[in-house]
C-alpha cells in the first residue's frame, strides 16, 4: 500500500531522514522504532505532507504523493494521528469529532461515523458535550484516535499514541490498535513503547540518527540481541 523510497527531508540545514526506505503491506502493522531524535516523527510528517521532502519517493497505491499538500493526502486515505494529541480544547468532543470529517460532504455519513465512534469509544459519546481540554490525557488520546477514523481512511499513521499515558491507558490503546487491526486498516506505527510497539505489529523498522539500521517480521525483531539491548529493557543496556 505505501512504499517509502530513499526518503532526505530535514529541518534548515538539518537533515532528520537520510535515505529512508520502508513499505507497508495492506491491512498490515508496520511498526518503526528508534530512539528520541532518529527521526520517526519527521518520518509520519513527510508522508502526510506536513514536511516537504528534499528527495526520494512516497508512493501510496501506486501513486507518487511526495509533495502534495496535506488536504490531498488524506483524501487519498491517509490520517495522521499526531504526537501528543493535538485536540482542539476549545471545542467539545462531538465537534473535534465533525473536525476529523472535514473532507467528507454528506452530513448524514458524518452523524453515522459519530455513532459508529461512540459504540467504539463509549466515553466520549458520555462526554461528546465537554470541552475536549477538559479530558484526562487517557481520553484525549481516544479522541486523537477516533478523529482520525473520522474520514474512514485507508491507512493511519500513529505517532507515539502510549506517550505520557498511565500503564492501564496504554494497555487501552494497545486493545484499540489491536482492534483496527481485525477491521483490516492498515497502520504505520512510530511507538518508543517499543515492547507494545512489537506486540501489536507484523514488522518493523528500526531507525537511528535518520537511517534504517534494521527490519524485519517483529516476532524475529524482538528477539534480536541489539534490540533487546537497546529498546526492550533486556540484557545490558546499551547507548543509542
Given at each position: ?24 503491506d495492506d491491512q498490515a502493522v508496520v511498526t518503526l522504532i528508534g530512539s528520541n531524535g532518529a527521526g520517526k516523527s519527521t518520518l509520519l510528517k513527510t508522508i502526510s505532507g506536513l514536511l516537504k521532502p ?65 459504540a467504539s469509544f463509549p466515553i466520549l459519546k458520555e462526554r461528546q458535550s465537554q470541552m475536549a481540554g477538559t479530558l484526562s490525557g487517557g481520553e484525549q488520546q481516544q479522541l486523537a484516535i477516533a478523529r ?93
Open positions: 500500500m505505501l512504499i517509502v523510497d530513499n526518503l532526505a527531508a530535514g529541518y534548515g540545514h538539518v537533515q532528520a531522514l537520510k535515505g529512508v526506505s520502508l513499505k507497508v528534499k528527495a526520494g519517493s512516497i508512493v501510496f497505491e501506486g501513486r507518487e504523493i511526495k509533495g502534495l499538500d496535506p488536504d490531498k493526502i488524506i483524501a487519498r486515505g491517509i490520517a495522521h494521528c499526531p504526537e501528543g494529541r493535538k485536540v482542539f480544547s476549545e471545542l467539545t468532543v462531538k465537534e473535534n469529532l465533525e473536525m476529523g470529517a472535514y473532507l467528507e460532504k454528506s452530513k448524514a455519513k458524518v452523524e453515522a461515523r459519530i455513532e459508529n465512534i461512540y482520525s477514523l473520522m474520514l474512514d481512511p485507508k491507512m493511519i499513521l500513529f505517532d507515539e499514541p502510549s506517550l505520557g499515558l498511565a500503564p492501564i491507558i496504554v494497555d487501552l490503546v494497545e486493545d484499540i490498535i489491536i482492534k483496527m487491526k481485525k477491521r483490516g486498516i492498515t497502520i504505520l506505527l512510530v511507538e518508543q513503547n517499543a515492547n507494545m510497539a512489537l506486540r501489536v505489529s507484523d514488522y518493523a523498522y528500526v531507525i537511528e540518527t535518520g537511517r534504517i539500521i534494521l527490519h524485519g517480521p517483529s516476532s524475529e525483531l524482538k528477539k534480536d540481541e541489539r534490540v533487546m539491548k537497546a529498546y526492550l529493557g533486556q540484557l545490558e543496556v546499551c547507548r543509542v
